[in-house]
């Protein structure tokens, strides 16, 4: 598998791009969040649903928080040039980001799905698939790889000492 090492700006303006793919998602997320609790629907649903519409809701302003986070760091802090500590700081807040993302999608699959199906098991296990889906195709596969490019790393340094 072949790989180059990009210049630092290079890599900044990956981080940026992908902050920029994500932030639509999160706040067309917000956006319909906002707009379920003014549906005539919502009156219906039970005080512990809306509670946890609320903390998904809570959770999704924080992964605006850390997508949005590195654009206002930049330009305040390091205007002028890209650091090493930018790129890391930018990177560690994006993939922070998608905690909370993870949770707040968790949480309103549930609100969905028992709103449907009248069906508090069937919330919980759609939730619990979302969360789980979501963690493995966004945290345990790259750490896997991760940890398999660098185990295959430290060999090939191995072989060439």
């Known amino acids: 598998m072949k790989s180059e090492k990009l210049p630092l700006k290079h890599v900044m303006a990956n981080v940026l791009e992908e902050s920029r793919m994500v932030l639509p998602g999160v706040q ?10 003014f549906n005539s629907g919502f009156e219906s649903l039970s005080s512990f649903d809306k509670d946890v519409h609320l903390v998904a809701l809570i959770l999704n302003i924080l992964a605006i928080g850390c997508v949005m986070a590195p654009a206002s760091y930049h330009r305040q ?3 002028d040039c890209v650091s090493e500590h930018l790129v ?7 993939c ?8 707040s999608l ?19 296990i759609v939730a619990l698939f979302t969360f789980t889906f979501l963690s493995l195709i966004w945290y345990a596969v790259p750490q896997f790889e991760r940890r398999r490019r660098n185990t295959r790393r430290a060999e090939d340094q191995q072989i060439t000492c």
Not at 29 to 37: D, E, K, P
């Open 106 to 124: 968790s949480l309103d699959s549930y609100v969905v799905c028992k709103t449907i199906t009248n069906n508090f098991e069937c919330g919980i």
């Open 77 to 79: 802090v390091e205007r």
């Open 96 to 103: 922070l980001a998608l905690v909370p993302l993870v949770l």
């Open 28 to 37: 067309a997320l917000f956006g319909f969040q906002l707009i379920s609790v």
């Open 88 to 94: 890391h700081f930018s990177s560690k807040l994006l």
